[in-house]
T-cell receptor, first 110, second 116 residues
Framework: RKEVEQDPGPFNVPEGATVAFNCTYS??????FFWYRQDCRKEPKLLMS???SGNEDGRFTAQLNRASQYISLLIRDSKLSDSATYLC???????????FGKGTTLSVSS | GAGVSQSPRYKVAKRGQDVALRCDPI?????LFWYQQALGQGPEFLTY????????KSGLPSDRFFAERPEGSVSTLKIQRTQQEDSAVYLC??????????????FGPGTRLLVL
């Protein structure tokens, strides 16, 4: 079993749609949780950190359920510019590395 | 300010050739990480430096892979006797201090390695 598993995707949605990505992680000792965004042939960039209390950044909402080892990302009112691959990320037990999921590709069309 | 830079951006190597990939982290960043990203996959951890100390090299796939950061700034990832399965994007990331999840990791553009 991979340490971080994500919805396989791809997600193809029209502009304005709401889309949700789900992720599970296997290491209960992980302490830090993130969503990264990666555009085609570009490097990953931090989208947002994820906290147990849930956090929101504009149209983006992230949730963490430690008991279920489950992380989610909700994107409201999708824009064309949201088209990218979204990577679910946790830290390893030693805190020396980030562990990435395979990523879920989102394509927003007009 | 300048971000993380990597060179070369593209490298084509013949099977069996040695390659060296360079990473210039953001100035003042203590932590440096190397990741390997195969096509269609997420990045996979290779190794972690705190200043010049290599604190975790558990992700290096074989003894053909070697990384160093002798003066605590620039880092080099060396792959000896390259094989076709080494073809991937090699990403370098740096963070201001601390462990992997404590500070934002800033990624470089990567080096695309193709082994023929």
């Amino acid at each position: 079993r991979k340490e971080v598993e994500q919805d396989p995707g791809p997600f193809n949605v029209p502009e304005g749609a709401t889309v949700a990505f789900n992720c599970t992680y296997s290491n209960s000792a992980s302490q830090s949780f993130f969503w990264y965004r990666q555009d085609c042939r570009k490097e990953p960039k931090l989208l947002m950190s994820v906290y147990s209390s849930g956090n929101e950044d504009g149209r983006f909402t992230a949730q963490l359920n430690r008991a279920s080892q489950y992380i989610s990302l909700l994107i409201r009112d999708s824009k064309l510019s949201d088209s990218a691959t979204y990577l679910c990320v946790v830290d390893n037990q030693a805190g020396t590395a980030l562990i990435f999921g395979k990523g879920t590709t989102l394509s927003v069309s007009s | 300010g300048a971000g993380v830079s990597q060179s070369p951006r593209y490298k084509v190597a013949k099977r069996g050739q040695d390659v060296a990939l360079r990473c210039d982290p953001i100035s003042g960043h203590v932590s440096l990480f190397w990741y390997q990203q195969a096509l269609g996959q997420g990045p996979e951890f290779l190794t972690y430096f705190q200043n010049e100390a290599q604190l975790d090299k558990s992700g290096l796939p074989s003894d053909r892979f070697f990384a160093e950061r002798p003066e605590g700034s620039v880092s080099t990832l060396k792959i000896q006797r390259t094989q076709q399965e080494d073809s991937a994007v090699y990403l370098c990331a740096s963070s201001l201090a601390g462990l992997a999840g404590q500070e934002t990791q800033y990624f470089g553009p990567g080096t695309r390695l193709l082994v023929l």
